[in-house]
């Protein structure tokens, strides 16, 4: 699934990244979004109906709640490029999962260029009251508390907040579910796969990875059916949480059975990293991987397990995440010193890798590991500009 280029047009969060005392990189994007979604299909009157709603009722309170794969990320992503005028280009996006408080207010702080410590929050209300209207997405949100804890000490601030999530059990939130596109009128969004769409209970993860093996001539519709039948995709069965779907991990089983050594572990640390997207030099030195990416990322691409973002720079959705998690493993406290050394040398980097600033930042707390929160305290204070 591939995402588009940004629209240059806008403004960019430069005065944040010179609060952090380094050069703003010549590639970063103009607004703190994603790309602007490519092929996104079905979604035209829930767009326009989220962002009257928003445009309405701002400084609001939304989640965007769906089961994994529905689309949640895809159609938030295009709602926040649409609303970016409406805001003047005060728009960001964090992808937060089940981190804490305290690191979900250290991330908004040093992204928005104001010092941290006890006094963050208040800090941060100042920050939001001052610059005006602004929206926030908080993407793929798994901890009710710290959510509910972070709105509501932003409460009075005038500020946008939009969540995705799989659930969602927080009160004064408006939920709006997101399901399928087509799905209620029987249709299929991908018109070469049309024969699995029920197969794969409209699912559009599953009929993008289905749509990729059919595209690259890898399986024909019919043997892919074959496949997924033979696993018994159409059984039944209680599945572990809302990231364990079926569809997808036969759809995974089915690639993992063709995929190069190399391929297998770039998935591997694409599913284990906690950060956002990975660049091709993380991704070779913790797949740990010497030759050119290219050839092991192909069928990766062809076949939409992988996504990219940004250019060059890898993910994976939670659904393939949760399925290839359990065929693979890696070290954290590799991936936690690996990350943590590389902004320690090149900090002008931040705006790239923050998120794995704040992954290694809730390791740290997740492991009561004093001596890295020490160290990631003292990077996060020297990014900002603190020392």
């Avoid at 103009?30 to 989220?50: S, Y």
């Avoid at 995440?321 to 590389?342: G, N, W």
Wanted: glycine share 6%.
């Amino acid at each position: 699934m591939r995402l588009g280029a940004s629209n240059s047009a806008l403004p960019s969060p430069t005065l944040a990244f010179a609060a952090f005392g380094v050069p703003s990189p010549p590639s970063m994007p103009a607004l703190d979004l994603p790309p602007l979604p490519r092929g996104l299909k079905g979604r035209t009157t829930e767009l326009a109906t989220l962002a009257k709603t928003i445009q309405e009722t701002a400084p609001a309170r939304l989640a965007l709640v769906g089961a994994g794969g529905s689309g949640k990320s895809m159609l938030t992503a295009a709602l926040a490029h649409r609303l970016a005028r409406f805001f003047k280009g005060r728009a960001s996006w964090f992808r937060v999962g089940s981190w804490d408080f305290y690191t979900l207010t250290e991330m908004l702080a040093l992204r928005f260029g104001v010092p941290g410590g006890d006094e963050r929050v208040k800090r941060l209300n100042d920050f939001f009251t001052r610059t005006g209207p602004r929206l926030i997405v908080l993407d793929n949100h798994e901890d009710d508390r710290a959510m509910a804890r972070l709105l509501d000490a932003f409460a009075e601030a005038p500020v946008t907040f939009v969540i995705t999530a799989r659930r969602c059990l927080l009160a004064g939130v408006l939920i709006f579910p997101v399901t399928a596109p087509m799905v209620t009128a029987g249709r299929s969004a991908f018109p070469r796969v049309a024969r699995l769409t029920r197969m794969l209970r409209w699912n559009p993860l599953a009929l993008d990875i289905a749509d990729g093996i059919v595209g690259s001539r890898a399986a024909t519709v019919g043997e892919l059916s074959a496949f997924l039948e033979q696993r018994g995709v159409q059984r039944v069965k209680v599945i572990e949480h809302e990231d364990d779907l079926p569809e997808i991990a036969f759809l995974v089983a089915w690639a993992w059975q063709r995929l190069s050594p190399q391929s297998r572990r770039i998935l591997g640390v694409l599913a284990h990293i906690e950060g956002d997207h990975v660049d091709l030099g993380s991704l070779a030195k913790l797949a740990k991987l010497r030759a050119d990416l290219a050839p092991a990322l192909a069928p990766l691409q062809s076949w939409n397990l992988v996504q990219e973002p940004v250019e060059s720079r890898y993910t994976l959705h939670a659904v393939v995440r949760h399925a290839v998690i359990k065929r693979t493993t890696l070290d954290p406290e590799f991936v936690f010193e690996h990350y943590v050394s590389l902004l320690e040398r090149e900090p002008e980097r931040l705006m790239r890798e923050q998120t794995h600033l704040f992954a290694a930042m809730d390791h740290a707390h997740r492991t009561s590991n004093l001596n890295a929160m020490l160290r990631v305290e003292a990077l996060a204070r020297r990014l900002a500009g603190l020392d």
